[in-house]
């Protein structure tokens, strides 16, 4: 029997990558605890992978090491670690010593250089080794016995493994990193040389760096782009390529307190990890210990927390399958002040799925699944779901029957599409959602966490939910709800109940601290949830075959862009790979490097061709033409006649409330908001979206909104007065700033007072407006300084947004919605600027997109009660589209422009700019 591997974690870099890759946990009383969940999950997992196996967790020491006494400038741009990552280091240490894991952190060295002397100790002795990390630098030990494992990828990387990824055997990784350099370590390598140049160079050599120097002449002749001029490059750095060849190396020989029979796991401290855990707000771990203790016999005390014991609160979760309980649930449905309720259904595209069964709650740990069409072999009876249905159907409906939900527009639309008795038209119409978990969350932060339901039971309730995937597979084989058993599908979705029930009693509770929070979601967001789940079902209607037609053209444009591209280039090649891309661009044709990938490679961004462009190199334009003209056809005219409704004839976008930080909506499938407007195809892709026989498209949309709520924030009688008499602003600006009577103002210079006053609105420096406008840094810098001087409201504006922002953390819109900003006395000073940034333009921004949606409130309540035969069909940033009769359309057009001027009261008018026309583009 083969022996049981040495497992060795890195656990410094599990830290940072939980930290950066996972989603920001933090307890009731704020202490972050996300990576701390991160890394011990991955711990859980690999011992229960290798059971057998003795372990090491090591970690950096605090301090310095030994390489930075050799280069001063080693990690030295890496910002200092952050304060909510500082604080999990002791919690995460405690909690791996519990969990009955050997930890090490030895001073002087890195948590690399204790993992090489283990692993190679373990190789001497013929035992194989586990090394657990995600750092490319741990495959210089790669060897027979050694093999590299990532539990956050699921990759294993052995020694063709390393050949494959890197191109050269784990022998030349050190090499391979010396002449790379390595910038997340600040390892400065040779200037130019990336992975490709180096793997060639080590593969041309056939060895290592003291051999690549003792053939420089033969580097020439080498199959490598660039060959001859290499060698005087390398001989230039010659010095600082050898002293990264020291830096990169791994040290094998450190001296250890510990030997490998010290290494072995044991028996986990209980009663550590419920004061952990209950510290930490990890309750179903938690949980489990206690569980576990009680199978084992043994007694543990229950932690005391505010000297209050910790309670484990018993579940009552049932399945309902018999009339008699379903009669005693509709009695505690009728009697209940606020119930949560859920559905479960085969998919997740709301006006396709089907629904599966309902869950509700009347109050929290105590819930029940009406399951209806579960399809599975040997599924029990269900009641009948017409007949439930029709039970269930006035309460839902009734306005006065208060309710909450986790996302609940879905659950509107499914109930809504839900036929009963087969009539398409005899759905749920659900009424009297109160509260929804996910809007409470992102109005109480909108950047606090993640808005679904897990990531809120575990910020919130310290709760772990049982995820999809655990009771339905993933992958290819995952099952639709309908297939999965009740005993797995009834808790799953009775806790979903609960869960939500549990989440509005603490949220809403944290919410009435902040009565304007309160404001936000009662007056503005709950109220649109209903709205949006009507403009989802109503669709829009697209001309599949004019989109047929423009995918041919772009198709053909993107061919003839192919070929300008490979004359440029003198050879053909992939313009879809970064890695070719990448030859072509910096090797072949010499241009210069204006970034770099996170593993240090040359990028080809669309940043980075958009700058290379501006700078007048041909195929960087040619490729940014070509990128646009493929994204139009894979996202929109090539996709969009696939997402045609198959029952409606139409195309029903999702929007999303919770998604961008300011409030403003998104949507997906398709995303609309990304439609190009300013160029030609973009326009055509409007141009599909059309009216039916008799009716006309209508779009409405605000002028200048931000500016207008700028003039309102600001204060500023120069703007305040352009906008109250109805002037052109941006030729208003103008005159001001190049000193010109209003009618002499040039169509330039109106182009860059517009830069100018919507440049400043988000933030932008005088470099930035300089290369907008096509003028130098210093007579940019003048232009803004002419503005400010003009219009010193706007400077008064932004210089008190800024300070009140770094004192209190958060920017607010005029409805009293909070952005808050983490990095507004951030030490590093980029990330610090791009908090006030944000702090200035948050407050603009988040009020147009509260204005937008009390429009939408205000039109539907309308057209609602009006009876006209006109619907709402999209919203797009600040457009509202309807779909009107043709002889409805004035008394239509008069009607939307009154109710979105008047959405909010500032002191300048709102306009609104309203047109008609048989496709959007034409109404737009």
């Known amino acids: 029997m083969s022996q049981a591997p040495l497992v060795l974690v890195d656990g410094s870099s599990y830290l940072y990558r939980a930290f950066h890759a996972l989603p920001p946990l933090t307890t009731s009383k704020g202490l972050p605890t996300g990576a701390v969940k991160g890394v011990l999950n991955m711990l859980k997992s690999l011992r229960k992978q290798y059971p057998e196996s003795p372990f090491a967790v090591v970690f950096d020491a605090k301090g310095g090491t030994f390489r930075d006494d050799m280069y001063a400038e080693y990690k030295a741009n890496r910002p200092s670690m952050p304060d909510d990552m500082r604080l999990q280091i002791e919690p995460l240490h405690q909690s791996v010593i519990a969990l009955g ?6 001073e002087g060295v890195e948590a690399d ?74 390892i400065p390598g040779v200037p130019g040389i990336g992975p490709k140049t180096a793997s060639g160079l080590l593969v041309g050599v056939n060895g290592g760096l003291k051999e690549l120097y003792e053939q420089l002449d033969i580097v020439p002749t080498l199959p490598i782009r660039g060959a001859k001029t290499l060698p005087a490059k390398l001989q230039e750095h010659k010095e600082m390529a050898f002293l990264s060849y020291q830096l990169a190396t791994i040290k094998i020989d450190v001296p250890l307190d510990v030997g490998l029979d010290d290494l072995h796991l044991i028996e986990p401290d209980r009663e550590k990890l419920l004061e952990l855990y209950t510290l930490l707000e990890f309750k179903s771990w938690f949980d489990e210990v206690q569980r576990d203790a009680k199978r084992t016999g043994l007694e543990v005390a229950a932690p005391v927390i505010d000297n209050a014991p910790v309670v484990n609160t018993e579940l009552k979760y049932e399945t309902i399958l018999d ?55 040997g599924v029990p009876e269900q009641l009948d779901r017409d007949t439930v249905l029709r039970a269930l159907k006035p309460i839902l409906e009734d306005p006065s029957k208060l309710k909450v939900g986790q996302h609940a527009k879905f659950d509107m639309n499914i109930l809504a599409n839900c036929a009963i008795g087969g009539d398409q038209s005899c759905g749920i119409t659900v009424q009297g959602i109160a509260y929804d978990t996910m809007l409470e969350s992102y109005v109480l932060d909108s950047t606090a966490t993640r808005h679904d339901m897990d990531s809120l039971a575990q910020k919130y309730l310290g709760h772990t939910t049982v995820s999809f995937q655990d009771i339905a597979g993933k992958g290819a084989k995952q099952l639709t709800f309908d297939q999965i058993a009740l005993e797995q599908a009834g808790p799953y979705a009775a806790e979903d109940a609960d869960v939500t029930l549990r989440l509005h009693q603490t949220l809403f509770e944290k919410l009435t601290a902040i009565p304007s929070l309160v404001s936000v979601l009662t007056d503005i967001e709950m109220p649109l949830v209903p709205v949006l789940a009507r403009i989802e079902r109503q669709g829009a209607l697209v001309d599949a075959k004019l989109l047929g037609v423009q995918s041919v053209e772009l198709g053909e444009k993107m061919v003839e862009l192919e070929r300008e591209a490979f004359a440029i280039a003198g050879e053909e090649f992939n313009l879809g790979s970064p890695k070719q891309l990448g030859a072509i661009l910096y090797e072949k044709l010499g241009h210069p490097i204006l970034s770099k990938t996170a593993k240090g490679q040359a990028s080809t961004a669309e940043a980075v061709l958009a700058e290379l462009a501006e700078q007048d190199f041909p195929l960087p334009k040619v490729l940014m033409q070509y990128r646009s003209m493929s994204k139009l056809k894979s996202t929109y005219t090539d996709r969009l006649p696939e997402q045609i409704n198959p029952r409606t004839g139409r195309i029903h976008t999702s929007y999303h409330q919770a998604v961008a930080a300011t409030g403003r909506l998104s949507s997906s499938d398709p995303n609309l908001q990304n439609i190009p407007i300013r160029t030609a195809e973009g326009r055509r892709i409007r141009q599909a ?14 002028s ?20 109250r008499n109805d002037l052109d602003v941006h030729k208003a600006t103008a005159a001001e700033v190049f000193g010109v009577e209003l009618g002499a103002v040039t169509t330039d210079q109106r182009r860059s007072a517009k830069a100018i006053n919507f440049g400043l609105i988000y933030g932008m420096s005088a470099f930035g407006l300089a290369k907008q406008i096509g003028v130098d840094r210093k007579q940019s810098q003048a232009y803004i300084d002419r503005y400010f001087a003009r219009y010193p409201g706007v400077l008064a504006y932004m210089e008190r947004t800024r300070a009140q922002a770094a004192e209190q953390g958060y920017v607010e819109t005029i409805f009293g919605r909070r952005l808050y900003l983490p990095d507004i006395n951030a030490k590093n000073p980029a990330l610090r600027k791009g908090a006030e940034r944000t702090a200035i333009n948050a407050p603009m921004q988040g009020t147009a997109a509260d204005i937008i949606k009390k429009a939408m409130f205000a039109v539907d309540n309308w057209l609602t009660a009006s009876g006209l035969d006109a619907k709402v069909i999209l919203q797009v940033h600040d457009e509202l589209v309807l779909e009107v009769r043709e002889d409805l359309v004035e008394q239509v057009r008069d009607e939307i422009r009154q109710h979105m001027s008047h959405a909010a009261t500032l002191d300048v008018p709102l306009l609104v700019e ?3 026309g048989d496709n959007w583009d034409e109404a737009h």
């Open 113 to 186: 250089d204790v993992i090489g002397t283990l692993a190679r100790s373990s190789a001497a002795a013929d035992r194989p080794v586990v090394i657990s990390t995600g750092d490319k630098d741990m495959a210089q030990l790669v060897d027979g016995h050694i093999t590299l494992v990532n539990t956050m990828t699921g990759s294993a990387m052995d020694v063709e493994g390393v050949k494959e990824k890197f191109g050269v055997a784990p022998e030349q990784i050190i090499d391979y990193l010396a002449l790379m350099g390595d910038s997340s370590d600040n």
């Open 101 to 106: 894991f050997p930890l090490l952190c030895v």
């Open 323 to 377: 009339q008699a309980r379903f009669d005693v649930w509709m009695k505690k449905l009728g009697d209940a002040k606020l119930f949560a309720f859920d559905t479960e259904t085969t998919g997740i595209d709301a006006q396709q799925a089907q629904l599966v069964g309902l869950s509700f709650a009347v109050q929290p740990y105590e819930a029940a699944y009406i399951p209806l069409t579960h399809s599975y072999m």
């Open 914 to 916: 309203v047109g008609v």
């Open 689 to 702: 979206f059309v009216a039916p026989k008799g009716y006309k498209l209508l779009a409405a949309d605000y």
């Open 704 to 723: 200048q909104i931000e500016l207008r709520i700028m003039a309102h924030l600001a204060k500023d009688e120069g703007l305040l007065h352009a906008f």
